[in-house]
Nanobody
Framework: QVQLVESGGGLVQPGGSLRLSCVAS????????MNWYRQAPGKERDLIAI????????NYDNSVRGRFTISRDNTKNTLYLQMNSLKLEDTAVYFC?????WGQGTQVTVAS
């Protein structure tokens, strides 16, 4: 069965960095576009980054463009999100996604 397992979240000060990982299994990872979403408390789940199968195309929500970088390693079935210059408003649960499949999420808290 399809599994997506995120890790790498935590507590970080404003201006800090984190790298999230999402290990995929149960499907052909290399053939799927992959996405990162996030959901802040009391808000909807928002798409923040997308990457194509060969890492030739990426796109970002304006709220993270220039600070976050999505990447993937098809040899390791792993999706990444490098997050730099973190802000208080980046506090959320972060999810990886493809199609109808979601991970359990990883909490990112930005606080001083």
């Amino acid at each position: 069965q399809v599994q997506l397992v995120e890790s790498g979240g935590g507590l970080v000060q404003p201006g800090g960095s984190l790298r999230l990982s999402c290990v995929a299994s149960g499907f052909d990872f290399s053939r799927k576009y992959m996405n990162w979403y996030r959901q802040a408390p009391g808000k909807e789940r928002d798409l923040i980054a997308i990457i194509d199968t060969l890492s030739t195309y990426t796109n970002y929500d304006n709220s993270v463009r220039g600070r976050f970088t999505i990447s993937r390693d098809n040899t390791k079935n792993t999706l990444y999100l490098q997050m730099n210059s973190l802000k208080l408003e980046d506090t959320a649960v972060y999810f990886c996604n493809t199609g109808d499949h979601w991970g359990q999420g990883t909490q990112v808290t930005v606080a001083s």
